[in-house]
């Protein structure tokens, strides 16, 4: 059974805003919506790493159908597209179904001609395999043209005629498309392949309009695929990037995706589902020096893996699925990158690299690492390789190392970045402006701080972080902690950061002050998708998430809800309530619409984030890890 299924009837609405994914372990995807059209310029068919998990290639954008039934003239459309200001054709009228697994699946009826449309990214692979089933029905022949239609351009870019040139080369059945040192190959096992090279200009993604970024681009098609059928008939087109499709065998590729895709058994449908989920997120990466590794892309469709959300998501996505031997493989990788006591931050698109521009990052790594032990029991892992990491990132913390950061010798409190700097997770920038100024010392640096002196037996030390925590940042019962301390000066803005100091393992707080900042956060922050990242009666607060792309950076933790603050918001909630059975009720209450929002937007996952406003409309990438990780460690918490 399918763990999604929408029954379309014909219908454009809602099915164009809901979207899908499909990933094959190496940072490629194929995605789209459930009626097939484009609407981003990162949807495509086949969207290949070449570079694993990096060095994205928009490869092969979409495969356009049509149906000629009997001698009509005139065919039947399958496709939908967006061409300026029209859709056009219109196949969301002959589309009846939509279900979601390891594969995606439309069912169509063509005036009584059944066409079945299978879309599955082979494992480990840059290949694409769509599986067509065509039953003519009452008709005595349907004649089916398949139109690839080819981008070959970086995933982030958009492509125009001018400039570009393709080299064909063409068979009976396959066809060859050649753009520098990018081979894209196609193949059909039935029927043949007409020659008919063209250009169709101007293909218009309305996300990239509202997003106020370039929506427009041209589509290189080298001709179409030709099936005749007389009774019910399947076939496969299958699309490989620099990778030959000779020997490519469906059901033994879906085989293949269904057993990766697989986990240890979840005891509820929703932990299922979401399990399945965080398995979408996860991609291999060589270890420094050589060695099979696996990282976690940070969300789809366009972030590569960032060391901060890899620590914050791999509790959710990997020790609560129990697959440890991943979560050890990452955390490995990361250990492997230490550098000045820290790890990257992120990794370059293109050459791979490691930037270290980040303050929590390590800090994370620390509170993973010794999560990954509790669970797993991996003493060897944890004593040879990630222990020592951890001893190195606190070394480099107390010393000092790059962007300022460096623990104050008066009060032992971790400092970090300047006025040009965004080094904790708030971290839009835009030119020389940082939209979330919060250089100095943040509250959630320092409850990292306390929490990783304590995991690693540093008592003497974590005594005195939590003397001056205490005193540096409590402000009163009414408003909890202060944000940052910069310059000696507390900002006040009430920010969801404080809630660190009481979901940590280890909290420099009182009891009664756990629970003040619980009360604040949850009065002035919490929605049903999370918390805001600014209170409403704040200055800078956003309502909105819009515009061009200076916009939305402005609002980008200026309200904006984030959805993967649920996970720490519940933890201490449910700390600071004993996690009593009315607690945990509650809790299930404030977790069920995060649940409710797998069937929208990017079905079966988790948004980055949410507009701070009424309706909450999901924004950012459609697919984020440490989203879909803190809703189902929670959801294993609270048995849902």
Not at 49 to 57: F, H
Not at 71 to 99: C, H, K, M
Not at 264 to 285: E, H, V, Y
Not at 518 to 540: D, I, K, M, Q, Y
Request: hydrophobic letters at 40%; glycine letters at 8%; a negative charge.
């Amino acid at each position: 059974m399918p763990f999604y299924r929408f029954e379309t009837y014909g219908e454009l609405q809602p099915h164009l805003s809901r979207e899908w994914l499909l990933t094959n372990g190496t940072g490629s995807y194929s995605s789209s919506t459930v009626v097939g059209c484009n609407t981003r310029r990162y949807h495509g068919l086949l969207v290949a790493a070449r570079n694993p998990p990096v060095g994205r290639v928009m490869a092969l954008s979409r495969l356009a159908e049509s149906v000629a039934i009997d001698d009509q003239a005139t065919p039947i459309e399958l496709s939908v597209n967006f061409f300026q200001q029209s859709i056009i054709p219109r196949g969301d009228r002959y589309l009846r179904r939509f279900e979601h697994l390891d594969t995606a699946l439309f069912e169509y009826d063509a005036d009584g001609v059944r066409v079945s449309k299978q879309v599955l990214l082979a494992w480990g692979k840059s290949v694409v395999g769509v599986r067509y089933t065509v039953d003519p029905g009452p008709h005595k022949k349907a004649e089916v043209r398949v139109m690839p239609f080819i981008a070959l351009r970086d995933f982030h870019g958009l492509q125009r005629k001018d400039g570009a040139f393709f080299d064909l080369s063409i068979s009976d059945r396959a066809c060859v498309v050649a753009k520098h040192d990018l081979k894209l190959m196609l193949r059909s096992d039935v029927g043949t392949f007409v020659q008919r090279p063209d250009w169709w200009y101007d293909h218009t993604y309305p996300v990239e309009t509202e997003r106020g970024l370039d929506d427009r681009e041209d589509l290189f098609t080298p001709g179409h695929f030709l099936v005749a059928v007389t009774e019910p008939t399947t076939f496969t087109i299958w699309t490989g990037l620099n990778e030959p499709t000779e020997s490519m065998d469906f059901d033994v590729e879906h085989k293949r995706i269904a057993s990766n895709n697989s986990v240890t058994s979840m005891p509820t449908r929703t932990q299922d589902r979401l399990a399945r989920a965080a398995g979408t997120f996860i991609a291999k990466r060589h270890r420094p020096g050589g060695g099979q590794g696996a990282t976690i892309m940070a969300g789809f469709h366009w972030f590569s893996d960032w060391g901060r959300d890899t620590m914050i998501a791999l509790p959710g996505l990997l020790l609560t699925t129990r697959r440890f031997q991943q979560a050890g493989q990452v955390l490995s990788v990361f250990a492997g990158h230490v550098s000045q006591g820290m790890i990257p931050n992120y990794f370059n698109d293109y050459t791979n690299e490691p930037s270290y521009n980040t303050v929590d990052a390590s800090l994370w790594f620390i509170h993973s690492a010794h999560e990954y032990f509790r669970l797993s029991k991996d003493r060897d892992t944890f004593e040879s390789v990630l222990l020592p990491a951890c001893h190195a990132i606190v070394e480099g913390y107390r010393q000092g190392t790059r962007y300022h950061i460096k623990m104050d010798e008066a009060d032992c409190l971790i400092s970090a970045g300047d006025e040009s700097t965004q080094l904790t997770w708030m971290d839009a920038k835009m030119g020389d402006i940082v939209f979330t100024p919060r250089h100095g010392k943040p509250v959630e640096i320092n409850a990292l701080w306390y929490n990783a002196l304590r995991l690693l037996g540093e008592d003497e030390l974590a005594d005195k972080v939590k003397e001056s925590f205490v005193k540096a940042f409590w402000v009163n019962p009414y408003r909890g902690l202060a944000d940052v301390i910069t310059h000696g000066q507390r900002v006040t803005l009430l920010r969801p950061n404080q809630i660190f100091a009481v979901s940590l393992t280890h909290s420099p707080l009182s009891t009664e002050q756990q629970r003040t900042v619980v009360e604040v956060v949850s009065r002035e922050l919490l929605t049903p998708f999370g918390l805001r990242s600014l209170a409403s009666g704040e200055p800078g607060y956003s309502a909105r998430y819009t515009g061009n792309q200076f916009e939305r950076d402005k609002a980008y933790h200026n309200g904006t809800i984030w959805g993967w603050l649920i996970g720490p918001f519940l933890e201490a909630y449910l700390k600071v309530n004993s996690s009593v059975p009315t607690a945990r009720e509650q809790a299930r209450a404030w977790l069920s619409p995060m649940i409710k929002h797998l069937e929208d937007g990017c079905i079966g996952s988790v948004s980055e984030c949410f507009e701070a406003g009424p309706p909450h409309r999901p924004v950012g990438c459609y697919a984020q890890a440490w989203s879909v990780a803190e809703v189902l460690r929670l959801a294993v918490e609270l048995e849902m």
